[in-house]
């Protein structure tokens, strides 16, 4: 089983959407948990971490189910400028393969 | 936000040639990484370095990569004898806080 899996995607959703992504992580031990974006042929960049109780940052939520090993980000609202690949990222380094989302007018 | 710059922004160089790529931080950090990205495919770790010393590394580090920081700022990525499956991005990330990470804008690698 991979470290951290995520959803393949691709995701192509309306602006306005809500669209949810999900990640799962092998490690149990794992106490580190973060979302990153990543625009074509740029840095990933850090959207936000996740932390036990769930966060919120204005239209993106992030949930983690230690019990069932997952991490997931929710984006309300979607707005063009969503477009990109999202990557979650477990315990010092462990990418997902990223998960792509389009955002269509 | 920390800043990290990373040289050359585009590296070509010839099979077998050694490449090195560096990672210069603005402000001090002791904990870094490298990751490779081929392209179209994932983010892959390669390397930490702690307080001047490998933490960890993948399988992917191999004794064709070396790390080092020369002069206690910039932090390099050597690869001795470079294949053309080492074209790739390479980014190098510096560790901040709760364990965020922050990227350099990487340096794209063409073996030849």
């Known amino acids: 089983r991979k470290e951290v899996e995520q959803d393949p995607g691709p995701f192509n959703v309306p602006e306005g959407a809500t669209v949810a992504f999900n990640c799962t992580y092998s490690?149990?031990?794992?106490?580190?948990f973060f979302w990153y974006r990543q625009d074509c042929r740029k840095e990933p960049k850090l959207l936000m971490s996740?932390?036990?109780s769930g966060n919120e940052d204005g239209r993106f939520t992030a949930q983690l189910n230690r019990a069932s090993q997952y991490i997931s980000l929710l984006i309300r609202d979607s707005k063009l400028s969503d477009s990109a690949t999202y990557l979650c990222?477990?315990?010092?380094?462990?990418f997902g393969a990223g998960t792509r989302l389009t955002v269509k007018p | 936000e920390p800043e990290v710059t990373q040289t050359p922004s585009h590296q070509v160089t010839q099979m077998g040639q050694e490449v090195i790529l560096r990672c210069v931080p603005i402000?001090?950090?002791?904990?870094f990484y490298w990751y490779r990205q081929i392209l179209g495919q994932k983010v892959e770790f390669l390397v930490s370095?702690?307080?001047?010393?490998?933490?960890?590394k993948s399988e992917i580090f191999d004794d064709q990569f070396s790390v080092e920081r020369p002069d206690g700022s910039n932090f390099t990525l050597k690869i001795r004898s470079t294949k053309l499956e080492d074209s790739a991005m390479y980014f190098c990330?510096?560790?901040?806080?709760?364990?965020?990470?922050?990227f350099g804008p990487g340096t794209r690698l063409t073996v030849t």
């Open positions: 490690n149990s031990a794992s106490q580190s």
């Open positions: 990222v477990v315990r010092g380094g462990r």
């Open positions: 402000s001090n950090h002791l904990y």
């Open positions: 990330a510096i560790l901040q806080g709760a364990g965020e990470q922050y």
């Open positions: 996740v932390y036990s």
């Open positions: 370095f702690y307080n001047n010393e490998i933490s960890e």
